[in-house]
C-alpha cells in the first residue's frame, strides 16, 4: 500500500506592526493631549465686511436715487397775462378709474357675500351669487389698476380757456384729452407718437430708456394764440436730439400749428417744454380733418391712428 502522503498546512508568519506613537508631546511618561491653534475666522470677517459693503453701497444708492428723482421743475414765466387759473370741471367717463369702480364693487359683494354664507348678514339665499359674481369683478378690479396709466396734470388759464373754441386744432383738443383721463395697457402718455418722433428702437433712433417722459400739461396764450405746452421729464436724452427733431415735431402735431422747443436743467435733469401754438391761419381745425382707426400691421402689434382730411358729401 503506497504511502499516504503528508498534508502539509502553510505556516502563516504574522508580522509585528509597529506601534504609532500617541498624538502630542510625551512628557515624563505622560502623554500630552495636542494643543488646539486658535485661529481668527478671516473668511467669516471679510463675509462681514463684504456685506457691510453692500448694505453701505446699496444705502448710498438708495439716497442717490431718492435725491435725484424727485426735480422740482422750473417754468418760465409767461411773457404775457394769462389770467386766472381756470380748475377743470369738464366731466367724463373716461376721467374716472374703472379699476378703483370695479375693485370696490368686487370686494363689497365678496364681504357681503361671505358674510350672509355665515350668517353674520341677512340674505342667505343670495350669498351665492354674490360670490360667484364677486370673485371675477374683483380680479378686473385688481387688472386694471395694474395697467392703468393716471392722467397728468393740466394747467389752464382764463384767457387761453377762452381761446380754445376758436383756434385750438383737433390735434390739440385730442392731446388734451387723451393726457388727462385714464390709459389701460401703455406705458407712458403718447408713446406711440413719440416712438414716431424719435424713431425708438429703430435704426438712426433713441434706444427706450432715452425716451422722454410727459409729466403735464398747460394751456397759455402765446403771442396773443392759443398755445398748448406738453412738459417733459428728459434725464437720459440731450437737449441736441430735441433740436434736430424739432421740425418732424411740428410736422406730427401740424397742420395749423407751430412748434417751440424749450430747454432748463442740466445733462441728467434736463427739463423739456414743447410748446404747440396755433398759428391762426384755421388749418386743422373743425371738421376738416378725422382720425382714422387702421388695421395692425402684423398679428400682435398695436391698432394703428393717422389722422386724414373729412371727405365731403356731395
Not at 448694505?55 to 422750473?74: D, G, I, L, N
Not at 414743447?274 to 388695421?295: K, W, Y
Request: hydrophobic share 40%; charged share 25%.
Amino acid at each position: 500500500m503506497a504511502p499516504l502522503m503528508s498534508l502539509h498546512r502553510p505556516t502563516l508568519s504574522v508580522k509585528s506592526v509597529p506601534r504609532l506613537p500617541p498624538l502630542g508631546r510625551r512628557v515624563s511618561g505622560v502623554t500630552q493631549p495636542p494643543k488646539m491653534i486658535h485661529q481668527p475666522n478671516h473668511d467669516r470677517t471679510v463675509v462681514h465686511r463684504a456685506m457691510g459693503s453692500r448694505r453701505a453701497a446699496v444705502k448710498v444708492r438708495a439716497e442717490a436715487t431718492s435725491s435725484t428723482s424727485v426735480v422740482p421743475r422750473v417754468r418760465a414765466q409767461p411773457a404775457e397775462p394769462q389770467g386766472l387759473r381756470v380748475p377743470d370741471e369738464d366731466f367724463s367717463i373716461a376721467k374716472t378709474s374703472f379699476g378703483s369702480i370695479a375693485s370696490t364693487l368686487g370686494i363689497g359683494l365678496l364681504t357681503y357675500g361671505f358674510g350672509a354664507y355665515f350668517q353674520f348678514l341677512p340674505g342667505q339665499d343670495v350669498a351665492a351669487v354674490l360670490l360667484i359674481y364677486g370673485f371675477p369683478i374683483t380680479l378686473i378690479g385688481f387688472a386694471l389698476k395694474y395697467a392703468q396709466l393716471e392722467p397728468v396734470a393740466c394747467i389752464s388759464y382764463q384767457k387761453a380757456a377762452d381761446l380754445r373754441e376758436s383756434q385750438a386744432t383737433n390735434i390739440q383738443n385730442q392731446l388734451r384729452n387723451d393726457v388727462t383721463r385714464f390709459r389701460y395697457g401703455d406705458e407712458q402718455h403718447l408713446d406711440e407718437a413719440l416712438k414716431r418722433i424719435f424713431l425708438v428702437g429703430r435704426p438712426g433712433g433713441i434706444s427706450r430708456r432715452q425716451c422722454p417722459r410727459l409729466v403735464g400739461i398747460r394751456e397759455e396764450v402765446s403771442g396773443g394764440n392759443y398755445s398748448l405746452v406738453l412738459e417733459f421729464d428728459s434725464p437720459r436724452l440731450e437737449a441736441s436730439v430735441w433740436e434736430e427733431r424739432l421740425a418732424k415735431i411740428q410736422v406730427f402735431f401740424g397742420p395749423g400749428v407751430a412748434a417751440e422747443l424749450t430747454t432748463n436743467g442740466e445733462e441728467k435733469e434736463l427739463q423739456a417744454d414743447l410748446r404747440l401754438t396755433a398759428d391762426g391761419s384755421g388749418e386743422g381745425r373743425g371738421e376738416q380733418l378725422e382720425t382714422m382707426v387702421l388695421p395692425p400691421l402684423a398679428p400682435g402689434m398695436p391698432a394703428r391712428t393717422v389722422v386724414v382730411e373729412k371727405k365731403q358729401e356731395e
